[in-house]
């Protein structure tokens, strides 16, 4: 899986992935000009699409039928520390409570997202040559 990042200018950017892209950038208080979400919120976003996605899919494994699904993420940040010091991640649906909660623990075992920020994934660095455009 590869995505790939494309400076426009100022603090504005557009990502791509697959035939996809959304433009990024920051808010004015960290002095964006708010054309885009800000990548902490696309962070958020990832983990909510994805934990939904793992909602779902656990749900059709047990042949359960989900009428709606909302998935709100809440993080609190650390901006000393340039990081997230606490994620909240907040199911809503009008299934029963119990099938939920049963739905939300397998939910966590596919999540790629969560996964991933639990486990810590290192993460490493390279420069490649423009002129060659590849470095992964």
Not at 53 to 78: H, P, Q, S
Not at 115 to 120: A, E, G, L, M, P
Request: glycine share 6%; charged share 25%.
């Amino acid at each position: 899986m590869e995505v790939e990042a494309l400076w426009k200018k100022n603090y504005q950017v557009e990502v791509r992935a697959r035939q996809f892209s959304v433009n990024v950038d920051e808010a004015p208080e960290f002095h964006g000009e708010d054309t885009g979400m800000m990548p902490t919120e696309l962070f958020l976003c990832s983990l909510a699409s994805c934990f939904c996605l793992a909602i779902v899919y656990v749900a059709r494994k047990k042949r359960i039928e989900i009428k709606d699904l909302t998935v709100k993420v809440k993080g609190e940040k650390d901006l000393e520390n340039f990081l997230f010091s606490k994620i909240l991640v907040c199911v809503f649906s009008s299934l029963p409570l119990g099938v939920m909660e049963d739905l939300l623990g397998l939910a966590k075992r596919y999540c790629f997202v969560s996964n991933t920020i639990i486990n810590s994934c290192p993460i490493e660095y390279s420069i490649g040559n423009k002129g060659e455009g590849n470095c992964l």
